[in-house]
């Protein structure tokens, strides 16, 4: 089946613009999580959703930062205000969940790059 | 405090040799730990999972190691091949956390 899909692949924008971007998650996948990896650096995690628990929004550095997911589908992650530290990779990623919590592989979509001029 | 350290930024070694990448980590508690491949412009891709009650898990020419009393696992890449050189990421959850912690990652450049 598909993979984990994101759009856009690819997004400039001008600083105070705010920005969405789209996850697709592996369908029948309970878990989704959003990171931002800086050019060079490794995965920020940014929050996660498990089903329809209460999403962990312990990474999102600021409150300019939001995420939606709709039941076990679709996610966006709005950024508003977009600042020039915004840019950077946001990966969304998704696992089967915590009903197979030991063997919680992720997969990977192949991003979102934001460049904020 | 927390953290999770990958031995080397980048690693250099030449073709038909073992590559051994580190991962260290303090103060967390994982009950396994996940290794994953990340090429340019992509994605990290699952690789290999090692719970804690298990000293070693092989998958072809991939072997991990963990040893929770040195909050360290190895990974070793045997008769490395070009094809190889990527950037390897190490990740944890720990027993009570709800999200994941990745290392910041070795560029590992395998020259023929």
């Known amino acids: 089946g598909a993979g984990v899909s994101q759009s856009p692949s690819n997004k400039v924008t001008e600083k105070g613009k705010d920005v969405e971007l789209r996850c697709d998650p592996i369908?029948?996948?309970?878990?989704l999580y959003w990171y931002r990896q800086r050019l060079g650096q490794g995965l920020e995690f940014l929050i996660y959703f498990q089903g329809n628990s209460a999403p962990d929004k312990s990474g999102l550095p600021s409150d300019r930062f939001s995420a939606e997911r709709t039941g076990e589908s679709v996610s966006t992650l709005t950024i508003q205000r977009t600042q020039q530290e915004d840019s950077a990779v946001y990966l969304c990623?998704?696992?089967?969940?915590?009903?197979?919590?030991?063997?919680?592989?992720?997969?990977f979509g192949p991003g979102t790059r934001l460049t904020v001029l | 405090s927390q953290k999770i350290e990958q031995n080397s930024e980048a690693l250099n070694i030449q073709e038909g040799k073992t590559a051994t990448l580190t991962c260290n980590y303090t103060n967390y508690s994982p009950a396994y730990l996940q290794w994953y491949r990340q090429d340019p412009g992509r994605g990290p891709v699952f690789l290999l999972l090692i719970r804690e009650n298990e000293k070693e898990k092989r998958k072809e020419r991939l072997k991990v190691t963990f040893d929770t009393t040195l909050k360290q696992s190895l990974f070793h890449i045997t008769a490395s091949q070009p094809a190889d050189s990527a950037t390897y990421l190490c990740?944890?959850?720990?027993?009570?956390?709800?999200?994941?912690?990745f290392g910041p990652g070795t560029r590992l450049s395998v020259l023929p």
């Open positions: 990740a944890l959850r720990d027993n009570y956390g709800q999200n994941f912690v």
């Open positions: 990623a998704s696992s089967p969940g915590a009903a197979r919590r030991v063997r919680d592989t992720q997969y």
């Open positions: 369908s029948g996948h309970t878990a």
